[in-house]
């Protein structure tokens, strides 16, 4: 009899990790966009008016891939039971949430569907990021600091005071750009990150909201989520732009608008992470930005499947790259950090830092000196 209840007993608990690593996170690809309502003719059904803007002015046509996902397939889809989670017109996918394999099984048989694909391996669960306690009080710890003694501000004649910034700011002639006008009036950056917590409560952000500069917010990893509760990566992304006390920090375009675009899950580390980036850089493009700016990587996942190689890093392989190659063909300059893995045995860029023509930044210390921590290679 003990035999029988401890095999039951391993027998429960082995169902049980299965459950806890089930994939629940998928992607439905599809093989086409029939049956949609939606016309390359009439664009300002799926794009807002800056968005058809940006292409006019730059001389770039509506396309096949403008069009939304073909809303008969999402519906088909969902009448299975699942949840939708993102979709990409880009990427012709959706992801969807669901422990129903019987209804994974309808969607596969649908003569519309490429393939059904998992994309993560646990469950999702509740994550508060423990944050600096004295974070709160950030701004106010600046001002009781004196800059730099070689930055001398006596005799500066710049439109701004940088404070702490002066240096970083000067390296890149930010500066020269500022004192001829040009300050971020009139653009619209997108900012993906894992999250923007205390933006609206530090001060070196009061001008973006007291000047309506933060156009809006959106969450890809939680719908409906909350940005200003998750992460605070995003924030200090944000604060080196947007940031603006003047004597203490200003940023590289201060007076220039902002998305707030949350696409990673700082909770975990699988491949739907690129495809929530695909559809924050489409959500940017339909609402006219003209500036992605991402300071995210992916090259490694908790499931090794997932793991790109080096020969990955070719631009049209990893689906961040292919979103982000195709962000820029729309007219957007898309910026994203090299990437912080110079010195491990992982030592070149991530994706989707190896798109085609955008702009990967790396990284220097404060004499411009190549910082070893910053990844490299092979298109960049």
Request: with cysteine.
């Amino acid at each position: 009899m003990k035999k029988v209840i401890i095999l039951a007993f391993f027998f429960a608990f082995s169902l049980n990790i299965q459950a806890q690593l089930a994939p629940l996170k998928y992607l439905v690809k599809f093989t086409d966009k029939n049956n949609s309502p939606f016309s390359v003719s009439n664009p300002s059904q799926f794009l807002s008016a800056k968005a058809i803007a940006r292409r006019i002015n730059q001389g770039i046509s509506i396309k096949y891939n403008d069009l939304p996902v073909s809303p008969a397939y999402v519906d088909s889809v969902i009448n299975t039971g699942v949840t939708i989670l993102n979709r990409s017109k880009w990427l012709n996918s959706i992801t969807i949430f669901t422990d129903d394999y019987l209804a994974l099984a309808k969607i596969k048989s649908f003569p519309f569907v490429v393939s059904v694909d998992s994309v993560n391996k646990i469950y999702s669960y509740e994550h508060k990021t423990t944050f600096p306690e004295k974070l709160e009080s950030y701004s106010s710890d600046l001002s009781n600091k004196t800059t730099n003694s070689n930055n001398d501000n006596s005799k500066n004649t710049n439109t701004y005071d940088y404070g702490f910034a002066n240096n970083q700011i000067s390296m890149i002639s930010g500066d020269y750009l500022h004192n001829n006008g040009y300050c971020g009036q009139g653009v619209t950056i997108a900012v993906l990150d894992a999250g923007f917590s205390y933006v609206e409560t530090l001060h070196i952000f009061d001008s973006l909201w007291a000047n309506n500069q933060i156009l809006g917010t959106k969450d890809f990893v939680e719908s409906g989520g909350n940005v200003f509760n998750s992460h605070t990566h995003g924030m200090m992304v944000l604060s080196t732009m947007g940031g603006n006390i003047p004597g203490q920090l200003v940023g590289t375009a201060p007076k220039a608008n902002y998305w707030l675009l949350r696409s990673e899950d700082a909770s975990s580390e699988y491949i739907i992470e690129e495809y929530n980036w695909a559809s924050a850089a489409e959500f940017a493009d339909s609402a006219g930005a003209d500036i992605i700016n991402s300071s995210l990587g992916y090259s490694v996942f908790w499931d090794a499947v997932m793991d790109h190689t080096y020969a990955d890093m070719n631009g049209h392989t990893a689906p961040a790259s292919i979103a982000a190659t195709i962000a820029a063909s729309k007219g957007i300059i898309v910026c994203n950090s090299a990437g912080n893995s110079g010195g491990s045995y992982r030592p070149f860029i991530a994706s989707p830092a190896d798109a085609d023509s955008i702009i990967t930044i790396g990284a220097v210390d404060e004499d411009e000196n190549y910082a070893s921590f910053s990844s490299t290679g092979p298109t960049s």
